[in-house]
């Protein structure tokens, strides 16, 4: 069965500084994987999905993810942060007929 | 324009009640989702449908039943609510359901509390 492992529950930085965040997947074949963001009392909106094309993907506001299949991960990385990316973010991974959410990482960013 | 649209927002009810949250999409999208939120963010999914018809059911009690009347509406019918149905409801489609190349769309979600 597909799984994600987000790594950090919680992860703070300063404004202007890079952010990191971690998943690692499982999966029996290759997977298809995606990076959703929640912002507060919102719904979910899709950053970036990876789909076996090219392994560095590029999304929306600055985010862009790598696909390593050597070490099962698709860390989710920007430049630099802006306090509007204070956010809840999944990682998520396709199964063949539901998409698997990650339990978040919660994403402080501070002036 | 809102994509897709959830209503209510806020929803709190009694142990025992029956309550209907309701959902649209206007980006003549084929297939619609209902997930739950519980209160460690946790994201699932329940039903889906494409085209009016269910094709996927997660283990769901039977006390939630979903109902397409077109392909731009799933609501969701929940009966005898219990304390443990208090979630946020999430409404989201896709144009097709195909889950390795798809982007899923989410509504704003609906609070509901169980009192």
């Known amino acids: 069965a597909q799984s994600v492992t987000q790594l950090d529950s919680h992860v703070s930085v300063s404004e202007g500084t890079p952010v990191l965040l971690r998943c690692n997947y499982s999966?029996?074949?290759?997977?298809?994987l995606f990076w959703y963001v929640q912002h507060p009392n919102k719904g979910l909106q899709l950053l970036l999905k990876?789909?076996?094309?090219?392994?560095l993907v590029k999304g929306i506001n600055g985010f862009e993810a790598e696909f390593k299949k050597s070490e099962t991960s698709f860390h989710l990385t920007k430049p630099s942060a802006h306090m509007s990316d204070a956010a809840e973010y999944f990682c998520?991974?396709?199964?063949?007929?539901?998409?698997?959410f990650g339990t978040g990482t919660r994403l402080q960013v501070f002036p | 324009d809102t994509a897709v649209s959830q209503t209510p927002k806020y929803l709190v009810t009694q142990m025992g009640n029956d309550k209907s949250i309701k959902c649209e999409q206007n980006l003549g999208h084929d297939t619609m989702y209902w997930y739950k939120q519980d209160s460690k963010k946790f994201l699932k999914i329940m039903f889906s449908y494409n085209n009016k018809e269910l094709i996927i059911n997660e283990t769901v009690p039977n006390r939630f039943s979903p109902k397409s009347p077109d392909k731009a509406h799933l609501n969701l019918h929940i009966n005898s609510l219990e304390l443990g149905d208090s979630a946020v409801y999430f409404c989201?489609?896709?144009?097709?359901?195909?889950?390795?190349?798809?982007?899923?769309?989410f509504g704003p979600g609906t609070r509901l509390t169980v009192l």
């Open positions: 990876y789909t076996s094309a090219a392994t």
């Open positions: 998520v991974v396709s199964d063949a007929d539901k998409l698997i």
């Open positions: 999966s029996s074949y290759s997977p298809s």
């Open positions: 989201a489609s896709s144009q097709w359901s195909d889950f390795t190349t798809d982007t899923q769309y």
